[in-house]
């Protein structure tokens, strides 16, 4: 994991934030590279979760919302973990994360630590120039609620009925107690939700089964390593008390087994909550049967941080490869091409020859058009090792042949193989390979 954090910051992947003051705690910036990573992820998300589908609308609310929400909701109520303070040294740490409450884990003094006691998770701001109680929000700490109090908005003027879903990618902000882990555990994140409404049928289950292959497929499809993902049945005991079914993804990091991702079939209990506190029908009423009823809900929530960071270690790989006679180590990140920040990186065999210059130039600004590509000069085998550090999956060389005969290099990330392929049919060969 510190290789991977390294490598990140040397890269241009994720920086700590305000790092120049000491950095903050749980708060992180996606570098130039690393934004385009997070934006690949998201997109992935989006073109399958409600491009791709004509069952699924999108939507974007706000971060603040009335307060009243969040009672609604019960995270006023309950959305809290376990805290306990170090009397000697002042730390603070998660109860459920200690091995025992005997021993502070930090300075290792006995009976120091408190009782754990409740901590509300819910970060906290002041709307308007009074701060009293009446001007008190919150920043969500889900995007989901967002869609449920608009259900009612969206269906009508969407003209949708069940079974259909609404999505949303957003930030969401929980004050954690011990974030870490680099970006797994964070204070600010964002989240893509899918909220999918079905009736009252008794097929709820079978759709819920049908998400959770949706969302197998999805990580199955963007390279995720088979033997480093599962989807783990929460018990009835581990899942709220109106919730059916439930599976959280989790992905084996360095640290261990952790979430992504957790799909639960939630019955009405969120609708039906807003109703009673808004004391506004949102039902859903069908034409066709002129009957009306709250729809189940199904849930699919990703963290995108979290599927951002699995996407780097999962890629990552150090390994000793045949250099000419000699054996050298690289480090190379296995990116699938549709997230990969770079697709093909183009260079001149030297700087110093204007004409290959020139041509690469020209040859990069034309698949810009197409891809996402990057020009870049100096040593080659400093090229190549950049470009395998980023997890560019194709280079292309442009060499002293390339003028005469209009050929140019093509490296293959993974297999290192090269090819010779002509300049004019480098667009087909990268689209069929990226
Ligand atoms: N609406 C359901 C919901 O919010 P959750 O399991 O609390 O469910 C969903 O959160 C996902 O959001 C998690 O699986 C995780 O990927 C992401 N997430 C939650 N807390 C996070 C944190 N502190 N840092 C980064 N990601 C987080």
Not at 97 to 111: A, N, Q, R, T
Request: charged share 30%; net charge negative; hydrophobic share 35%.
């Amino acid at each position: 994991m510190e290789e991977i954090t390294a490598l990140a910051k040397r890269r241009g992947f994720i920086f700590q934030s305000s790092e120049i003051y000491g950095g903050i705690g749980g708060f992180f910036d996606y570098g130039p590279l690393g934004a385009i990573l997070k934006r690949n992820v998201k997109d992935a998300w989006w073109r399958e979760m409600v491009e791709r589908r004509d069952d699924v609308v999108a939507f974007d609310s706000s971060i603040i919302m009335h307060p009243r929400t969040w009672e609604a909701s019960g995270h006023v109520a309950a959305f809290h973990d376990k805290l306990v303070d170090c009397r000697n040294c002042k730390h603070r740490f998660r109860a459920d994360h200690l091995p025992s409450l005997d021993k502070c884990p930090d300075c290792g003094m006995s009976g120091t630590l408190t009782e754990p006691r409740n901590f509300n998770l819910m970060m906290r701001t002041a709307i308007g120039p009074m701060e009293d109680t009446s001007s008190q929000a919150y920043l969500r700490p889900e995007t989901a609620q967002g869609i449920f109090v608009n259900f009612k908005n969206i269906y009508q003027s969407a003209r949708k009925k069940p079974p259909f879903g609404i999505a949303q990618i957003g930030k969401s902000f929980r004050n954690e107690i011990t974030p870490g882990n680099f970006t797994y555990r964070v204070r600010e994140f964002e989240q893509a939700e899918l909220e999918f409404f079905v009736p009252q049928d008794g097929n709820d289950l079978g759709w819920f089964e049908q998400w959770v292959a949706a969302r197998k497929q999805w990580y199955s499809d963007y390279g995720v390593r088979p033997d480093r993902l599962r989807f783990y049945e929460l018990t009835p005991e581990e899942r709220p008390f109106y919730a059916k079914a439930g599976i959280d993804v989790e992905y084996l990091f360095p640290w261990g087994w952790g979430e992504l991702e957790s799909i639960a079939h939630r019955g009405t209990y969120d609708l039906d909550r807003h109703i009673e506190y808004s004391g506004k029908d949102l039902q859903f009423f069908d034409e066709a049967t002129k009957a009306k009823y709250t729809p189940i809900l199904i849930e699919s929530s990703a963290g995108m941080d979290r599927t951002t960071l699995t996407m780097l270690v999962d890629a990552y790989e150090r390994e000793t490869v045949a250099d000419g006679e000699k054996q050298s180590e690289r480090t190379v990140l296995r990116f699938h091409p549709k997230i990969a920040p770079v697709q093909a990186g183009v260079f001149p065999l030297a700087r110093n020859k204007p004409d290959l210059v020139e041509r690469a130039r020209t040859i990069e600004a034309h698949l810009r058009t197409r891809f996402r590509t990057q020009y870049d000069e100096g040593n080659v085998g400093q090229l190549y090792r950049r470009q395998d550090e980023i997890g560019t999956p194709f280079c292309i060389m442009v060499d002293y042949e390339t003028l005469g005969d209009a050929t140019v290099t093509v490296r293959d990330r993974d297999s290192m193989r090269q090819d010779r392929v002509a300049e004019d049919a480098l667009s087909t060969y990268l689209a069929e390979r990226l």
